[in-house]
């Protein structure tokens, strides 16, 4: 099937939409408030939808799949590991971020610890979606370089990384939560449209879970062991608990929606509302896994050059009906625009409040909110600069690829953070002791740009299945902070007061 003008029209209709929401919501920006929590004023059920398509990016969208079809089932349980956290997140910490009035997540270390930890956190944040907006704008580039050999990945990439920047700096936080909440239903239907179509290609009076059984495709021998360093079910269970830590606790974008709604039960309302997303989110990840298998082993055979994550798109281009799969690519975009704008809206007021607002003490509410709009401009350019940098290198399994990143530059934020919030003995002194062993941690475990191996005679990496990294990164933090909170005194009482767990369950919103 060949790419079709009309597919084009759909691509532009939906490109043209997005951009119509930056628009509109640019007249509600009066004041830095409005560009960064929207004063409270957004309904909890597009909140939800928000944090849902923010987690379920193009990353998401298309590279599990490709895992589920290579690896089976067992790769699309992560989102249950996800279920606990989101429960877990309604209940602790959204009324904990509500209560202690922070505009970043980094400005409560500031407050608990000191301001160098505002400034390790923030600058950890930004570094690492910067990483993550390139992957995110990576993969859809892919999808159209499938789809469309002969068009240029360099201006693919500046389109898409364009429009981005554009609705996410006009229209700010209302913008991107309303744009996200849309681009859940977009994402969603193309997701069960691709279902669909690859379990009818079975043939009548033929199985589909028998096949897929055969093949190895839904559990295969062992998943079910307690081995934390494989692709078991525990593994990914506690893996996906684990790895989602610091999105829920330390991390801008989602911290920065506990108070984009009115009150801590609507904040609470639109967590909680992730919970059937999340189970949605097995059943489209096994099943777009397990359709474009049953598709390419009865309908027709995969190209040999088509593998990884290039698989999904070109079932896409060459299988989907016309217009369809117009629309099909336009949630593949819609999984990563929501993404990249979260992520750049929360590096803009990371840089703008962390940053530039300390250190310019007569900083005018107008000018912050020039200063965050430009600031998504340099992030989006940087971003989509080093997303070429991906194209260049080849595809690779960015799932695991992403998790990994997620362990090396979260891990230690995220340790913080629980010292933090749930005890009261750590001082600063205890949380720098525990984040340079975590950090040092990391640096083993990732062996950044190859240093150790130049470095250390005989190194090699320890053997860690990638889901897991923050198990080990997080727990390297909590555990020395806390030992060495015993030989470093207790914190003063300004450093506690009303900002750890218990010391706030009697404060009213």
């Not at 944090?51 to 290579?70: G, M």
């Not at 059984?213 to 079910?224: M, R, V, W």
């Not at 096994?286 to 474009?292: D, E, P």
């Not at 281009?317 to 990249?340: D, E």
Request: glycine share 8%; charged share 10%; hydrophobic share 50%.
């Amino acid at each position: 099937m060949n790419w079709h003008w009309l597919n084009w029209v759909v691509l532009c209709l939906y490109f043209l939409g997005v951009v119509y929401i930056g628009v509109y919501f640019s007249k509600k920006n009066n004041s830095s408030e409005d560009y960064f929590t929207a004063s409270g004023r957004i309904p909890a059920w597009v909140t939800a939808c928000s944090i849902y398509s923010t987690a379920l990016s193009s990353i998401s969208f298309i590279a599990i799949p490709a895992s589920v079809y290579k690896h089976g089932w067992i790769m699309g349980m992560a989102p249950l590991g996800i279920i606990i956290m989101i429960v877990w997140a309604g209940y602790a910490f959204v009324p904990f971020f509500r209560k202690v009035r922070v505009i970043t997540a980094y400005e409560f270390l500031e407050k608990r610890f000191d301001r160098s930890f505002r400034l390790v956190g923030s600058l950890s944040f930004i570094l690492f979606h910067v990483i993550r907006i390139a992957i995110v704008l990576y993969l859809p580039t892919l999808a159209l370089i499938a789809a469309l050999p002969g068009v240029n990945p360099i201006l693919l990439t500046a389109i898409v990384g364009f429009l981005c920047v554009v609705y996410t700096s006009m229209g700010g936080i209302e913008a991107v939560v309303w744009s996200d909440a849309i681009q859940t239903i977009v994402l969603l239907f193309g997701a069960f449209l691709i279902i669909i179509i690859g379990f009818m290609s079975v043939p009548s009076g033929v199985s589909s879970f028998d096949v897929l059984e055969n093949a190895g495709k839904i559990f295969a021998p062992g998943t079910f062991d307690f081995n934390l360093a494989g692709k078991t079910f525990w593994g990914i269970l506690i893996g996906g608990f684990l790895n989602s830590i610091y999105s829920y606790v330390g991390s801008q974008d989602i911290v920065q929606r506990y108070n984009t709604t009115k009150n801590i039960k609507e904040a609470q309302k639109s967590l909680y509302m992730n919970v059937p997303l999340a189970l949605t989110s097995v059943v489209i990840f096994v099943g777009m896994g397990s359709a474009l298998f049953l598709f390419f082993k009865f309908h027709t055979v995969l190209p040999e050059h088509i593998d990884g994550n290039a698989i999904l798109p070109y079932f896409v281009v060459h299988n989907v009906p016309l217009g369809f799969s117009g629309l099909v690519i336009a949630a593949i975009f819609a999984a990563a625009q929501s993404t990249v704008s979260s992520s750049l809206n929360s590096v803009a007021t990371c840089i703008t409040s962390d940053i530039v607002k300390p250190m310019m003490k007569n900083l005018t509410d107008k000018h912050e909110l020039k200063i965050a709009k430009y600031c998504s401009w340099v992030v989006g350019i940087i971003s989509s600069l080093l997303s070429l940098r991906f194209l260049s290198a080849g595809q690779g399994d960015m799932f695991l690829y992403f998790q990994a990143i997620t362990g090396l530059l979260g891990g230690p934020i995220a340790g913080l953070f629980l010292v933090g919030i749930f005890t009261k003995r750590v001082n600063g002194k205890a949380a720098w002791i525990g984040f340079i062993c975590s950090v040092l941690v990391a640096i083993y475990i990732g062996n950044p740009a190859g240093l150790l191996t130049k470095f250390i005679p005989g190194y090699e990496p320890p053997h860690i299945f990638e889901i897991l990294i923050s198990l080990v990164i997080i727990g390297s933090c909590v555990v020395p902070a806390y030992i060495a909170s015993f030989f470093t005194g207790r914190p003063d009482e300004d450093k506690v007061y009303h900002l750890t767990y218990e010391s706030t369950k009697l404060i009213n919103e």
